[in-house]
């Protein structure tokens, strides 16, 4: 597809179009690259069509302005609430920032830790450990694969925790 091959094109670190586990909101197909080199990482966007924009392609800070938080994230994970309005972060892996990243679609606010514990893995239902992908539901659920505590963490909209579905290493 056209979004597909200018993907190839774009800033995204060291990482393949099909690494970047990007999300889709209101017809914008939103990735971030690693932010390797000091950069830092950014959120980018394309149109569903293949097409952008000056503030699509510039990107913006990822996590800009959150005290303590990482500026580069090896292996970002992406999803997008169903209303478009929220595009959710984790960065896969990371046992020191295991935290669930929230911020607005359309940029009038900066990210937000919105679930887990900045600095501080834990094995409790809103604490992660090694967290490896997310995704989010027709309703707005959100799912968090908590893999270093071997489970699938389910939360509601407003972040409440719903329910825990153990697994081995979910990914």
């Known amino acids: 597809s056209t979004v597909a ?15 970047i586990r990007p999300a889709l909101a209101k017809g914008r197909f939103y990735y971030c690259n690693s932010g390797h080199f000091g950069s830092g990482s950014q959120l980018f966007y394309l149109y569903t069509n293949g097409s952008t924009d000056v503030a699509g392609m510039a990107g913006r800070p990822l996590l800009e302005g959150v005290k303590g938080a990482p500026t580069e994230h090896e292996n970002p994970r992406l999803a997008a609430s169903p209303d478009g ?38 094995s409790g239902n809103e604490s992660f450990n090694g967290p490896s992908d997310l995704g989010c539901d027709a309703q707005g659920r959100i799912y968090v694969c908590d893999s270093a505590n071997s489970r699938l963490q389910v939360f509601s909209p407003e972040g409440k925790f719903l329910h825990t579905q153990k697994m081995e290493r979910p990914f």
């Open 5 to 19: 091959w200018r993907l190839q094109y774009l800033p995204m670190g060291n990482k393949p179009p099909d690494a």
């Open 85 to 122: 309005k929220w595009i959710y972060m984790l960065n896969s892996g990371d046992s020191k920032c295991p935290v669930l990243w929230r911020l607005t679609a359309d940029g009038s606010e900066h990210a937000e830790p919105f679930l887990g514990k900045l600095g501080n893995p834990g």
